[in-house]
């Protein structure tokens, strides 16, 4: 089965990173349907979307 890897986020988010296609599918256009979900280690921040400009809505403390 195809592996989707993700990567969860402090702040709750799962973001898709790497897709491999597995060997049956290799060379083809055709992806396993669901394909496998793998958690990539965590991040230890929060996404690129829940993060702010210097200044902005910035957390102190
Ligand atoms: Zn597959
Ligand atoms: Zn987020």
Redesign the pocket.
């Known amino acids: 089965?195809?592996?989707q890897y993700y990567r969860e986020y402090t702040c709750g988010c799962k973001r898709q990173e790497e897709f491999v296609?597995?060997?049956?599918?290799l060379g083809s256009n055709?992806?396993?349907d669901p394909?496998?979900p793998v958690p990539l280690p965590g991040a230890l921040h929060m996404c690129v979307r829940h993060m702010v400009q210097e200044g902005k809505d910035e957390m102190h403390g």
Do not use: S
């Not at 296609?21 to 599918?25: A, E, G, L, T, Y």
């Open positions: 089965m195809c592996i296609q597995c060997d049956k599918r055709v992806r396993c394909v496998r």
